[in-house]
């Protein structure tokens, strides 16, 4: 189980060899980019996301080119492994830190990453970090800790990572949610894809072009349609993005629409719409688009998306549980709120940030959604319902309640493997969508997604 971990004291907690730590200086060479990962990592530790942290964070703002790119990368390695980077740290210190000198532990965290992830020089991980310590007077009196562990970590080397159990990256809670839902066995796979970023999916605007953008872009065309390819540090540099030729999709967020059929002249909402990306498949597949979403800035991402795409979609700023559509509709896509656990490969503050009492908010909170969205339906119409949840109290438990609920005025339509491009393990006991990171792991995985098909009563 995945704890947090604060330490103290060091066993044998000298500075290594009767050495002195390196005097704290600001012209040490990358000093500045590890200023701007330990930033976002103190941000992340105090309740930001980490897109959040990577905005709001002036030391990382005022870097640039190739130290952005190893702050952010530092800082992602740091969280996406931070249970068991805690767990070797563990061995070589072993009293609580005060309250005040938390950022010692973000700094060693750090260190562990570049050390043990990133194969950073350990002179280079070492004086950065000790002169990191050296900066604020709350923490400088630990510089002689910071030298004396570090050099231990990069002594064991990314053997000791490895030892740590998979499951420390995994808050207990998640696991055993997980366990008991997938078994022990796709447990551990599912945290063995979570070690991995994720790869670049890409989802062709017109699907009869995709061969062509395969070749230009030098991708892979997944079995389902998408594009997949090795990811880049800026995506609007690639071959058409300019033109809309095609947007950022994981492959898994991109079934759940496939699962609405031909939508070609229907009214769809698609609600809780941002970023957009269902959005755009079901207006370039010829739907009546209206696209609902609480928040403005978030909006303002589909809009813009909608605009270099050259694909129309009606945009409405409300909260779907006040909202009141002057029509009903052909079909109602809810991708509701969740945890997101399914997208840790590319979130990897999620484990820390997320709790099991969010998670019991959300569900009550989808449970309202799903009873609203139903009652958007015309007589016949489908609803999807869709998270990008590992939880099974946000899938599968939810589509079962939603079907006692309303046992008399919908019906659930199982999805088969032909409706998501023969992707038959993905298709669960029940007829639903259950999409894993694990899927594909030859291939770089996928998102894990659930995704629930319902029909309403002709009566209405």
Known sequence: MAKETNFQGTKDSGRGRGEAPPAARPDIPGLAARRGALEILERVRGGDSLDEALVKSRAFSLLEGSDRAFARAMAS????????????????????????????MDILRLTAAQ????????????????????????????????NAVSR????????????????????????????????????????EAHRRPAPLDLTPKTPSETGA???????????????????????????????????????????PVKLLGDVAGKTVFDLCAAPGGKTLQLAAAGAAVTAVDISAPRLERVRENLQRTGIAA???EADVMKWTPTEKADAVLLDAPCTATGTIRRHPDLPWLKTEDDMAALASLQAR??????????????????????????????????????????SRKPITAED??????????????????????????????????????GGG
Not at 83 to 102: E, Q, S
Not at 121 to 145: C, F, I, K, Q, W
Not at 372 to 386: D, N, Q, T
């Open 152 to 191: 231990k970590v990069g002594k064991a080397g990314a053997a000791a990572l490895e030892k740590a159990p998979l499951r420390a990256d995994t808050p207990g809670w998640m696991w055993r949610s997980w366990e008991r839902r997938f078994g022990p066995v796709r447990a551990r796979a599912v945290a």
């Open 314 to 316: 009606a945009l409405v």
């Open 77 to 104: 390695a740091a969280l996406r492994r931070r249970g068991a980077i805690d767990h070797v740290l563990g061995a070589y210190i072993d009293r609580p830190l005060p309250k005040r000198a938390a950022r010692i």
């Open 115 to 146: 050390l043990l992830i990133l194969k950073t020089p350990d002179h280079a991980a070492v004086s950065t970090a000790v002169a990191l310590a050296g900066e604020r007077r709350e923490t400088e009196n630990y510089a002689g800790l910071v």
């Open 213 to 255: 953008w395969a070749d230009r872009l030098n991708a892979e065309v997944l079995p389902t349609g998408s594009l997949r390819l090795a990811p880049v540090s800026d995506v609007s540099r690639l071959d058409g993005f300019a033109d809309g030729a095609w947007w950022v999709q994981d492959a898994a967020a991109a079934l």
């Open 420 to 457: 998501i491009g023969g992707l038959g393990e993905a298709v669960n006991r029940d007829g639903n969508l259950r999409t894993l990171p694990s899927f594909w792991a030859d291939m770089g995985g996928m998102d894990g997604f659930f995704a629930a098909r319902f029909d309403k009563a």
């Open 369 to 410: 959604m799903i009873d609203r969205a139903i009652s958007f339906l015309k007589p016949g119409g489908a609803l999807v319902y869709c998270v990008c949840s590992l939880q099974p109290e946000e899938g599968e438990a939810q589509a079962a309640a939603a079907l006692s609920r309303h046992q008399d005025r919908v």
